[in-house]
């Protein structure tokens, strides 16, 4: 079967020009993408369920500490939780724009090569595949592990090559079951949102019953000793907007929704503030039992909630966050595998990445070598830095992304918009992204930050050298590459649609 495939996209494949292969390839990543939305949110039916159901995930029950770590108070702690829900909300809303103006797949990379040209598209390319969707893959499954080991620990924080190796475990067992089978998978991810709900509803009822009953004294004087400077917050916004992560997808599913020109800005206004009032209620529940100085202390915050609060039924808090997580890194693992596919099948990356499972049907090499790369970030990595890792990044391209929907109102104005933002909003989120990038830069400098900015532009080279120049002896590396990987793993390029 792999060799006839490989013999008649041969024999189809004579003739034609790259254009016109590309092209024929944009029907099949259409339906590998509503394949993917309708995997990924089957129980909603609205763009306000997926918001929800895509945001909502490990976030919440990691960034806590941090956010508090780095402000030092109850007040502007809760405060950061409402001011990255707005930035969200802006960002999304710029996004909107964007995905109804350029109707193009590939995330930010259309935006930023209609508006600034080729270099910076393929420099998001280059993060997005090496930098920010391994980490998040990686930072989700610490999150996991810690919370995974914390019962097995009680009293002291479990040891991190335990952390580690449940992580590493965690994404080797993702990696496969995405690879085996697209339903499994989807059937998984099912099974997980519902959990992930259910814990978030278990966590804000106790937290509004608790408030009732009078529970207020940890939020008097919440402004009291607190920590603030521009370091400091862009940190804990880092970490804030890290449980946020997601609010930029929302474009993707506009051909699933109806009417989608007036249903796509409602469900963001609606949505993403519907988040945010869960994270402030879930940080409010969390301070009616811990002080701040307890809840810095706390091993993993929801565990030590379940154990003051549900007393015999405490083990329902750890068990339902590890599948929250679970859930978070499959749809993460999904939806970041079919960016890898797309990268090879336009050579970004090695062709063999954008090849599909002879037996399976699914793009394994891709999500092989996406788990492959987020294993090697477990490695030297903690939560809190590769956080801040991935914040850094992602913000750089976020703020540039932001910045070619400003652009492109002076020098596309023939596209049209069915969507039309007001001006000052992006303007807004531009502001923030560029205060976001160089606040941690000047006020507390460290060289995982120079790392970071080196790799990027890293990507110069490898650009220069293998898309623009395209040298034959790159070629000639990775063709045997290629060909006994395809025959390790058995599997074979996507047949072409022919007309």
């Given at each position: 079967m792999?060799?006839?495939?490989l013999?008649?996209r041969?024999?189809?494949g004579?003739g034609?020009?790259?254009r016109?292969?590309?092209?024929?390839?944009e029907?099949q990543?259409?339906n590998?993408?509503k394949q993917?939305?309708?995997?990924?949110?089957?129980?909603c039916?609205?763009?306000?369920?997926m918001?929800?159901?895509?945001?909502?995930?490990?976030?919440?029950f990691?960034?806590?500490?941090?956010v508090?770590?780095?402000?030092?108070?109850?007040?502007?702690?809760l405060t950061?939780?409402?001011a990255?829900?707005?930035?969200?909300?802006?960002?999304?809303?710029?996004?909107?724009?964007?995905?109804?103006?350029?109707?193009k797949?590939?995330?930010?990379?259309?935006?930023?090569?209609?508006a600034?040209g080729?270099?910076?598209?393929?420099?998001?390319s280059?993060?997005?595949l090496l930098?920010t969707?391994?980490?998040s893959?990686?930072?989700i499954?610490?999150?996991?592990a810690?919370?995974?080991?914390a019962?097995?620990?009680?009293?002291?924080?479990?040891?991190?090559?335990?952390?580690?190796?449940?992580?590493?475990?965690?994404?080797?067992?993702?990696?496969?079951?995405n690879?085996?089978?697209?339903k499994?998978g989807?059937?998984?991810?099912?099974?997980?949102t519902?959990?992930?709900?259910i814990?978030?509803?278990?966590i804000?009822v106790?937290?509004?019953?608790?408030?009732?009953q009078?529970?207020?004294?940890?939020?008097?004087?919440?402004?009291?000793?607190?920590k603030?400077s521009?370091?400091?917050?862009?940190?804990?916004?880092?970490?804030?907007?890290?449980?946020?992560?997601g609010?930029?997808q929302?474009?993707?599913?506009?051909?699933?929704?109806?009417?989608?020109?007036?249903?796509?800005?409602?469900?963001?206004i609606?949505?993403i503030p519907?988040?945010?009032?869960c994270?402030v209620?879930?940080?409010i529940?969390?301070?009616t039992v811990m002080?701040s100085?307890?809840?810095l202390?706390?091993?993993?915050?929801a565990v030590?909630?379940?154990?003051r609060?549900l007393?015999?039924a405490?083990?329902?808090?750890?068990?339902?966050?590890?599948?929250s997580?679970?859930?978070?890194?499959?749809?993460?693992?999904?939806?970041a595998?079919?960016?890898?596919y797309v990268?090879?099948?336009?050579?970004h990356?090695?062709?063999?990445l954008?090849?599909i499972?002879v037996?399976?049907?699914?793009?394994?090499?891709?999500l092989?070598?996406?788990?492959?790369?987020?294993i090697?970030?477990?490695?030297?990595?903690?939560?809190?830095?590769?956080?801040n890792?991935?914040?850094?990044?992602?913000?750089?391209?976020?703020?540039?992304t932001v910045?070619?929907?400003?652009?492109?109102?002076?020098?596309?104005?023939?596209?049209?918009?069915?969507?039309?933002?007001p001006i000052?909003?992006?303007?807004?989120?531009?502001?923030v992204?560029?205060l976001?990038?160089?606040?941690p830069?000047i006020?507390?400098?460290e060289?995982?930050y120079?790392?970071?900015t080196?790799?990027?532009?890293?990507g110069l080279?490898?650009?220069?050298?293998?898309v623009?120049?395209?040298?034959?002896?790159?070629?000639?590396i990775?063709?045997?590459i290629?060909?006994?990987?395809q025959?390790?793993l058995e599997?074979?390029?996507?047949e072409?649609?022919t007309?």
């Amino acid at each position: 079967m792999g060799e006839e495939s490989l013999k008649r996209r041969k024999g189809e494949g004579r003739g034609r020009e790259d254009r016109q292969s590309v092209q024929s390839h944009e029907p099949q990543t259409m339906n590998l993408q509503k394949q993917a939305n309708f995997f990924l949110f089957p129980l909603c039916s609205t763009g306000i369920c997926m918001i929800v159901g895509t945001i909502i995930g490990s976030g919440i029950f990691v960034s806590p500490k941090s956010v508090l770590a780095n402000v030092e108070a109850v007040g502007p702690c809760l405060t950061v939780w409402a001011a990255c829900g707005v930035l969200a909300t802006l960002g999304a809303l710029c996004f909107a724009e964007l995905g109804t103006m350029i109707t193009k797949s590939g995330g930010e990379y259309p935006y930023l090569l209609e508006a600034f040209g080729p270099i910076p598209a393929f420099l998001f390319s280059w993060t997005s595949l090496l930098v920010t969707k391994p980490s998040s893959f990686a930072i989700i499954c610490l999150s996991f592990a810690e919370y995974a080991s914390a019962p097995f620990y009680p009293g002291c924080d479990p040891p991190q090559a335990v952390i580690k190796c449940l992580a590493a475990a965690a994404i080797v067992v993702i990696t496969i079951v995405n690879s085996l089978s697209v339903k499994l998978g989807s059937y998984l991810q099912n099974l997980l949102t519902a959990a992930k709900m259910i814990i978030v509803t278990i966590i804000i009822v106790s937290g509004i019953v608790l408030l009732a009953q009078g529970k207020t004294i940890n939020f008097q004087d919440s402004f009291k000793d607190s920590k603030i400077s521009v370091g400091s917050l862009s940190l804990a916004f880092y970490n804030g907007l890290w449980a946020y992560d997601g609010w930029n997808q929302l474009n993707y599913i506009t051909e699933e929704l109806k009417n989608p020109y007036r249903n796509l800005p409602l469900s963001i206004i609606i949505g993403i503030p519907l988040v945010t009032v869960c994270y402030v209620l879930i940080n409010i529940s969390y301070f009616t039992v811990m002080t701040s100085t307890e809840l810095l202390q706390s091993q993993a915050v929801a565990v030590t909630f379940g154990d003051r609060v549900l007393y015999p039924a405490s083990w329902i808090v750890p068990l339902f966050v590890v599948f929250s997580t679970l859930g978070s890194a499959n749809g993460t693992c999904f939806t970041a595998g079919r960016l890898v596919y797309v990268a090879g099948r336009e050579g970004h990356m090695l062709k063999v990445l954008s090849y599909i499972s002879v037996k399976h049907l699914t793009p394994a090499p891709a999500l092989i070598f996406y788990g492959a790369i987020a294993i090697i970030y477990i490695i030297p990595g903690d939560i809190d830095s590769l956080i801040n890792y991935f914040s850094f990044a992602v913000w750089i391209f976020y703020g540039l992304t932001v910045l070619a929907l400003i652009v492109m109102r002076f020098t596309r104005k023939e596209l049209k918009r069915p969507i039309r933002i007001p001006i000052i909003i992006p303007v807004i989120v531009t502001l923030v992204a560029v205060l976001l990038v160089l606040a941690p830069i000047i006020t507390a400098p460290e060289l995982a930050y120079l790392y970071c900015t080196l790799f990027i532009l890293s990507g110069l080279i490898v650009y220069a050298l293998f898309v623009h120049l395209k040298f034959s002896w790159a070629q000639k590396i990775s063709q045997p590459i290629t060909m006994h990987l395809q025959m390790l793993l058995e599997v074979v390029p996507e047949e072409e649609v022919t007309e």
